[in-house]
């Protein structure tokens, strides 16, 4: 749909189970089925360290899910849903059991890939939604002008979908600072996020810090959450 070719299309994270070759493009399924990356042929070192930056896989995923064959873009879709099915304490098990042994095992990495994972289905429908409503008409007009694929990639598409990237940036966030069950399997001793925070000093009888710690988390989400409103109004006036 976009011009854009896809080198690497995994479902999942971890190491590799099952691949194949169909022309450009590697299919495979990693060893923990949630969520999932692809590889964009033609972007640059610098462009795809902005892209997962700011954007996320969520993003590259729906993008690359529109080139993929009918079947596959089905599969993606219940595989990125798969974590809301699942009690978020058998996704944190799974990452302690996959990643044990890796270099992000017992560091604050896995929980950041925990919260991704997490985060990851609701991000996703969010921009497909609004891949499916882009007018093909900006994209026609742009290739006529002779710009090249990652080029309407970068400057036509993505500023269009930027509205719905807030959305899911919002609600991604409102997610991440509340999540408690994946982040008590994985946290590791020195780093904790505010809601383990919270837990533990409620476990231990300590119910003004506690709560306390709440109110500091509710300040927190609040104003990531206004700066992202304000990001997605101005996206949206543009």
């Known amino acids: 749909a976009f011009g854009m070719r896809v080198r690497r299309y995994f479902i999942g994270f971890g190491p590799t189970l099952w691949s194949v070759k169909r022309g450009h493009t590697e299919y495979g399924i990693a060893a923990l089925p949630f969520g999932g990356f692809c590889d964009i042929a033609g972007m640059t070192a610098v462009d795809e360290l902005v892209a997962t930056k700011d954007l996320g896989d969520e993003t590259w995923a729906a993008l690359a899910a529109r080139e993929a064959p009918g079947w596959l873009r089905r599969v993606t879709d219940a595989v990125f849903h798969l974590p809301i099915a699942v009690p978020s304490v058998a996704i944190g098990l799974g990452l302690v059991i996959s990643f044990n042994s890796s270099p992000i095992g017992g560091t604050m990495w896995l929980v950041i890939l925990a919260?991704?994972?997490?985060?990851?289905?609701?991000?996703?429908?969010?921009?497909?939604?609004?891949?499916?409503?882009?007018?093909?008409?900006?994209?026609?007009?742009?290739?006529?002008?002779?710009?090249?694929?990652?080029?309407?990639?970068?400057?036509?598409?993505?500023?269009?979908?930027?509205?719905?990237?807030?959305?899911?940036?919002?609600?991604?966030?409102?997610?991440?600072?509340?999540?408690?069950?994946?982040?008590?399997?994985?946290?590791?001793?020195?780093?904790?996020?505010?809601?383990?925070?919270?837990?533990?000093?409620?476990?231990?009888?300590?119910?003004?810090?506690?709560?306390?710690?709440?109110?500091?988390?509710?300040?927190?989400?609040?104003?990531?959450?206004?700066?992202?409103?304000?990001?997605?109004?101005?996206?949206?006036?543009?």
């Open 115 to 238: 919260h991704t994972v997490l985060v990851l289905a609701f991000a996703f429908s969010a921009v497909s939604a609004a891949l499916d409503r882009l007018d093909p008409a900006y994209k026609q007009a742009a290739e006529s002008l002779g710009a090249g694929s990652v080029r309407v990639l970068l400057q036509v598409t993505l500023p269009l979908l930027l509205p719905a990237l807030g959305a899911a940036a919002g609600l991604a966030i409102a997610l991440s600072m509340g999540e408690l069950g994946a982040t008590v399997m994985v946290y590791p001793p020195t780093w904790k996020t505010l809601p383990a925070t919270i837990f533990g000093l409620t476990d231990r009888g300590e119910v003004f810090e506690a709560a306390a710690c709440t109110t500091l988390l509710l300040l927190a989400t609040l104003v990531a959450l206004l700066v992202v409103g304000r990001i997605r109004g101005r996206a949206a006036v543009r």
